[in-house]
């Protein structure tokens, strides 16, 4: 982790950085967040988060604690000062610190921001990528809600636990028709034996990844076919190819899933593509 976070206004040493204990985030979860990949210190995506992080806040009637400018000058900021290039930042907005109650403060609370960068070993992560990575599946047991990007994470916590035991890199959540929805923080993607994309589209309970927005552009524009429609995982392994994405796994090959490989357990040409596709288009738009 970084050497230095913002916390309300200040940069602090990461070891000295607190919130209050009454932060309704703390307390209640009642706080989104939002994760930016940084590409040579720059944030990917830009437009696609702050878009989210505006809704999740809206949906939520969090205030939007400073204008995006100048969010966006306090993200470089801590990026800058914890000198990582290629890494993640990490931005935290809860409703704010007051006395504990399940409705909102009725005095004038502003939203508490925290932020932390964390660098990314490339070489490592492409060492991964090139391998592939196993999934565990799981039954889904979140919200209704999946949309808002809450630090509610705790059914996501468990399902990652539940994989880092399996020696698995990510869980995918089944619902009760038993179809993939997301995995606990990436979205799920196959590769149909005849070449066609397939993702769940967004009007399922799940988060609308900035990655997979992204991806879904750059597919269109290499004029792949894709197909925005649910997959079991018995359709997942009879597949040619499986992947994630996600602002910390970018584009991440899939080889397995339960323990069994998806087509020939390799990394196929498909996800192998979209992932250099991807960290091209993200490397040369980032801000
Ligand atoms: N789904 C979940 C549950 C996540 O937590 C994440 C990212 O953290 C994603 C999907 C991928 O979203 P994005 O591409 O915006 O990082």
Redesign the pocket.
């Known amino acids: 982790m970084g050497r230095i976070a913002y916390v309300n206004g200040a940069f602090e040493r990461h070891g000295d950085a607190v919130v209050h204990i009454e932060d309704r985030g703390y307390q209640l979860a009642d706080a989104v967040y939002e ?1 930016w990949a940084l590409f040579d210190g720059k944030l990917a995506d830009p437009e ?2 702050f878009a ?1 992080l505006e809704r999740s806040l809206s949906e939520l009637r969090i205030d939007m604690p400073m204008s995006r400018a100048a969010l966006t000058v306090v993200l470089r900021e801590a990026v800058r000062r914890n000198r990582v290039k290629e890494g993640l930042v990490y931005l935290q907005v809860s409703r704010g610190v007051a006395p504990r109650d399940h409705a909102f403060p009725t005095d004038p609370t502003p939203p508490s921001v925290v932020i932390t960068v964390k660098g990314v070993d490339r070489a490592a992560t492409e060492a991964k990528a090139a391998k592939g990575v196993s999934v565990i599946t799981t039954q889904e047991n979140r919200w209704g809600r ?1 949309d808002i ?1 809450t630090v509610g994470l705790l059914p ?1 916590a468990l399902a990652k636990q539940a994989a880092r035991e399996k020696g698995a890199a990510e869980a995918w959540f089944v619902d009760e028709l038993g179809f993939v929805t ?6 799920a993607w196959i590769v149909d034996r005849d070449g066609t994309l397939r993702t769940r589209d967004t009007n399922a309970n ?2 609308r ?4 927005h992204t991806l879904l552009d750059l597919i269109r524009d290499q004029g792949l076919k894709v197909d925005e429609r649910p997959f079991t995982p018995a359709e997942a392994l009879a597949a040619s190819e499986a992947f994630i ?4 796994s970018l584009v991440l090959p899939v080889v397995a899933v339960d323990g069994k490989p998806v087509g020939d357990g390799k990394v196929g040409p498909v996800a192998k593509r979209l992932r250099s596709l991807y960290i091209e288009r993200a490397r040369a738009t980032a801000i």
């Open positions: 994760v696609g988060h989210r999946c990007k996501n997301e995995g606990a923080s990436s979205n799940i988060l990844g900035v990655t997979r994405t996600g602002a910390g």
